[in-house]
């Protein structure tokens, strides 16, 4: 009798024992050598922060004699992976670099167990505060701190086809106002064929609300929460707001056009099914790299404003370096934070990798801003996104950020209920109901919060 | 009949399995099943707060559209579902056992694909306009070009049923397949001889000789479609989850979300208890039914 | 595809059914066609993932399967494949694709064969063997499942830390050893090994784990294979907790890099579906090869009730 057949439980299970002494054989060899504990460990989830900072801490490591550990890890593990060494107490990466939204999840309950490192008076010491864009430190705040060093501002513009617009006579620069814009909309978003289907949309806007509402909120100076972390955004204006959404995407004579994500709107900016694109700093690099051949046919203007005069621009993202507080070392950390993101020429170099514009005011005037970008028909988009950076809105921030996201389109797709069964009778009044149902569902996430806040241990 | 032993034996061939067990599954539920009186953040803060946790879910309207979304799930994977496959199995019992091989690693198949991708290949497939879903329903049915299935609150549910249906209508066919090899063919001949119908000769001969599996896949299905998870998750990952107007909310994802991702260890371990309670009563609800009915 | 079409076919089997004399050949006839529609509807998707993985950049939607072959040199190629391969940055140097491959398949095979292990063993031993608090194990195992797995996450995260196993292939396989639904599965199948046969090798002086393994385990073969199967899918398929785990680039396995892929390219499909595919071939192989005993297994198991 064969080995194989004295296994007692059989071929198929002695075969993957056999394939499981193999592959254990050569994961051992292979495996890579573990160095030992770095001074610092430092965690970013993007690509291009990831090439940026390996090519700048060398210089760190040699300037402060220390070994510096940097890690890639995709976004939603990262926030997993320090949401989970948080609760099980185990270490973390000293500093771990994350998105707008993940501060709530490390500023709950009592400020002394908050797990991230309270900055605001290193930044005042430091002379860094005035240097940066104020709006921005207040994604990264709670309860009046600063917990984590803003990477960038994020301004909104609306990217176009120059080709397209032409043809279709829009003249952009007439489009200062979004009354203006949803009246040229209006013109265009026409069936041009014949076929039934309508050709061409002006813009492109979520069904579902999500960024698409946020954005134009933020704008028009809404917020979800207000400073001291009240449940801020049911009120008259973001009623009308949601009104306006509505019409435009659902309307008679809507002009908005819900494109998807990734390559269905890489299609859709090809074929002109939808004309203008909302483009903060970060999603122009994303055209440029995902779309090219539309190189030299895309250009960019400020959004509308929504009354003559106001802002042209709106937020949309964000990103953090947070400084957790398990760190052995803060001191030495804040300065590679600093490092990192204030060193002013690499910062001219970064805006040429990704076109993002970093939170540091000097920064603007490096030439890298100015230099004309041939994707955008040649406009120094830096200096575009420069201009509108110290516009762009506050997003007050709270632990309970994601609920209010979510109940604000809850809220927003009932009224769209609403309109679809009653049309506009009666709108106004639901949508009102609804806002408030669900600022009053936030509070209630809020309060369980401030209930851990006060209770004792 | 069994052997009743007075030696060790039967405990030391347990002893690895209970050992194991009690480090890693009764440890952590214990400390789990604690937590759900707590409301925590982290590992130091805890506050102590009583049925708060369970108060705080009974008025929770997003619980209430997880139960609702995850009860109307498992109705409907029940309903659909398994009938489904009985009708897929029947089908192939007929034909010719290489033509059935063929046909069970066909429908099979998708299980080869993890819940996980199976969500987020799907979530490619519903793109409007292009996806191949999208485009299909259009080809043949005249509707649907413009529809969003991953975002359009009426068709979100009826998205997470085909992807679930493609997974899991194959895994049930295989079981049925392999229960209906076992029927007596002559108990089905001599009903059919005495004039039954294919209907009664299904319903009245063939489906009781099948009692057990089916009961054993019934049960099963329900305890899986109350822990549907990754699925939803993958599918919705642009709207947390959730989902517009909560539509695709499972418990699971909500214990994730609430309890899991948001610190409150405390309410996630309330809701495990809710759940484990439900999927314990509806379990031995059906195993009574089934008791019922063998007689 | 439009009323025309439609017509014209119903015309066609309503003929069939009409003119056809055997009411047998037209009820075989219908009953494949429901098979083989059935079968298109599953295969579909795969038929699709099958040229989406060639196809690059712009052509991704423009063509619904393959393009014309006149236009396959513009659009149609091995890039997908290509980026996979180019390895992702880490601490340590690339790590390329088959590094995650190598990873899954350690997890996959070693936990199955540990399963298979300790899981018989206990299957064993409540199939034939009455003792004392049995009723109450077995109440007790079967409640065990219906817990959530995700509720005992973080509690088990804090464990494996504390035992140094976090990041590592070992930290994943270690907490899942043991598996109640294969205990069940082998209880079902060991329920049905006649205790004469028992009886008789106790008599011939062999010990109890003598029994076990010479007598009983290969009598249970069939059902080995099917939880064989069942354990390793799942296991090969596993996501929630890799994720959670696994931190350094050189241990992820399959599932959770191409959910990574999706997040970094969310424009370029084709990478993650080309990733998916190739992650579909094992899983596949083991079926095609078990199909067999996977199907008596069931018999033997589930069926006897």
């Known amino acids: 009798m064969s080995l194989i057949d004295k296994y007692p439980y059989g071929k198929a299970p002695f075969a993957l024992l056999a394939i499981a002494i193999v592959s254990v054989g050569i994961r051992v060899a292979t495996a890579r050598r573990h160095d030992d504990r770095p001074d610092l460990v430092i965690a970013t989830h993007t690509d291009a922060h990831y090439d940026a900072y390996r090519k700048a801490i060398p210089r760190f490591e040699r300037e402060h004699g220390v070994k510096v550990q940097l890690q890639l890890i995709n976004w939603a593990s990262l926030q997993a992976r320090l949401q989970n060494s948080m609760l099980a107490g185990t270490e973390t990466p000293d500093l771990a670099e994350l998105f707008e939204g993940s501060l709530g999840y490390f500023t709950r309950g009592p400020v002394e167990d908050f797990g991230v490192m309270d900055i605001t008076d290193r930044l005042q010491r430091d002379g860094l505060r005035e240097r940066m864009v104020e709006s921005r430190f207040s994604l990264w705040s709670a309860r009046g701190r600063v917990y984590a060093l803003p990477h960038d501002v994020h301004p909104v513009m609306l990217a176009y086809r120059t080709d397209l617009v032409a043809k279709l006579g829009i003249d952009v620069s007439q489009l200062d106002t979004w009354d203006k814009f949803v009246e040229a909309g209006q013109r265009i978003s026409r069936d041009v064929d014949g076929d039934g289907v309508i050709d061409h949309y002006m813009i492109d806007l979520r069904f579902d609300g999500a960024w698409g509402l946020d954005t134009l909120m933020l704008q028009r100076g809404g917020q979800f929460f207000d400073q001291q972390g009240n449940v801020a955004f049911a009120t008259e204006d973001t009623a009308e707001l949601i009104r306006w959404y509505i019409l435009q995407t659902r309307g008679p004579n809507k002009i908005g056009y819900d494109c998807g994500w990734g390559q269905p709107v890489a ?143 809850l809220a927003f797709t009932r009224s769209v209920d609403h309109y679809l069964k009653h049309g506009e009778a009666g709108l106004m009044d639901a949508i009102r109901a609804n806002l408030a149902d669900g600022a009053a569902a936030v509070r209630k996430y809020a309060d369980r919060e401030s209930k851990l806040r006060e209770a004792t241990r | 009949m069994k052997i009743r032993h007075k030696g060790p034996a039967p405990y030391l061939f347990l002893s690895p399995y209970l050992i194991l067990t009690t480090i890693f ?271 | 595809m439009n009323g025309f079409h439609y017509a014209l076919i119903a015309l066609v089997l309503i003929w069939v059914v009409l003119r056809v004399r055997d009411r047998e050949r037209a009820r075989k006839f219908a009953r494949w066609a429901l098979i083989g529609a059935g079968a298109l509807l599953v295969l579909a998707p795969f038929a699709w993932i099958v040229p989406a993985v060639f196809k690059t950049g712009d052509a991704f939607n423009d063509y619904v399967f393959f393009p014309p072959l006149s236009k396959w040199s513009d659009t149609m190629s091995l890039a997908n494949f290509r980026k996979l391969s180019e390895g992702r940055p880490s601490l340590r140097g690339q790590v390329y694709f088959w590094e995650y491959f190598l990873n899954s398949t350690v997890i996959a095979t070693v936990t199955t064969t540990l399963q298979i292990f300790f899981s018989s063993l206990a299957g064993y031993a409540l199939a034939k063997f009455e003792f004392r608090g049995k009723a109450l194990l077995m109440l007790f195992m079967l409640g065990s499942m219906m817990i959530p797995p995700v509720l005992l996450l973080a509690p088990l995260y804090k464990m494996v830390v504390d035992l140094g196993l976090v ?81 350094s680039e050189d241990n992820l396995t399959v599932p959770v890099v191409l959910n990574l892929l999706l997040g970094v390219y969310r424009q370029k499909q084709g990478i993650f579906l080309a990733g998916t595919a190739l992650a579909m071939i094992p899983p596949a192989v083991l079926f095609f090869f078990l199909q067999k005993e996977f199907i008596s297994g069931l018999t033997s198991g589930a069926v006897k009730g």
Not at chain 2, 145 to 150: D, H, K, N, S, T
Not at chain 3, 186 to 202: G, H, K, Y
Not at chain 3, 218 to 246: I, K
């Open chain 1, 267 to 409: 299609k859709a900016m090809i074929d002109g099914l939808v004309l203008f694109q909302w483009t903060p700093d970060w999603r122009s690099w994303v055209f440029q790299d995902e779309v090219p051949s539309l190189k030299g046919k895309m250009a960019l203007m400020p959004l509308p404003a929504w009354k003559p005069g106001g802002r042209r621009t709106s937020v949309w993202g964000g990103t953090g370096l947070m400084i957790m507080k398990a760190t052995k070392k803060p001191e030495l950390a804040w300065e590679l934070a600093k490092f990192l993101y204030t060193d002013t020429p690499e910062l001219g170099k970064r805006f040429q990798a990704t076109n993002i514009v970093p939170v540091l005011k000097d920064a603007w005037n490096l030439p890298e801003f100015e230099r004309p970008n041939p994707y955008w028909s040649n406009l120094p988009i830096g200096k575009m996104y420069a201009a509108l950076a110290p516009e762009t809105p506050a997003v007050y921030s709270s632990p309970v950020d994601a609920q209010a996201r979510i109940n604000l389109d």
């Open chain 2, 25 to 295: 599954f009764v440890v952590p539920f214990v400390n789990a099943i604690m937590l759900a009186f707590y409301e925590t953040n982290g590992p130091r803060s805890r506050a102590f707060v009583g049925f708060d946790n369970f108060r705080f879910l009974l008025h929770d309207t997003n619980f209430h559209a997880a139960l609702w979304n995850t009860t109307i799930f498992a109705v409907v994977s029940v309903c659909v579902q398994l009938p489904l496959a009985m009708a897929l199995a029947l089908l192939l019992n007929g034909g010719g056992s290489r033509l059935r091989g063929i046909f069970r690693l066909i429908f099979f198949s998708p299980n080869l694909v993890g819940q996980v991708l199976v969500g987020i290949l799907f979530s490619v497939l519903f793109t409007p306009r292009y996806g191949l879903i999208t485009r299909g329903f259009q080809a043949f049915l005249h509707w649907g070009i413009e529809a969003r299935w991953l975002t359009d609150p009426a068709l979100i549910m009826p998205a997470i049923v085909l992807a679930s249906l493609w997974l899991w209508v194959g895994f049930n066919m295989v079981y049925f397949l392999a229960a209906l090899q076992t029927v007596d063919k002559s108990l089905e001949e001599a009903a059919r001889i005495d004039g039954a119908s294919a209907w009664q000769v299904f319903w009245h001969v063939t489906l009781p000789s099948m009692r057990h599996v089916v009961v054993f896949v019934v049960i099963m299905t329900v305890i899986g479609s109350y822990q549907l998870f990754e699925l939803p998750l993958t599918l919705l990952s642009e709207s947390y989850g959730y989902g517009a107007k909560n539509a695709g909310l499972t418990l699971i994802t909500y214990l994730n979300y609430n309890g899991f991702r948001s610190g409150d260890l405390g309410l996630g371990s309330a809701v495990g208890w809710v759940i484990a309670l439900i999927i314990f009563t509806i379990s031995l609800i059906q195993i009574r039914v089934a008791r019922l009915t063998e007689d």
């Open chain 3, 167 to 247: 990041d590592s292939l070992a930290g994943v396989i270690v907490p899942i050893m043991v598996s109640t639904y294969g205990a069940f599965l082998f209880r079902q199948a060991c329920v049905s090994v006649p205790n004469e046969m028992l009886d008789a090798a106790r008599l011939d002086g062999c010990s109890e784990i003598g029994i076990y393994f010479r007598v009983v385990m290969p009598l249970v073969r069939p059902m080995a294979a099917a939880f064989c199967l069942v354990a390793f899918l799942t296991n090969w398929n596993a996501f929630f907790m890799p994720n959670v785990f696994l931190h």
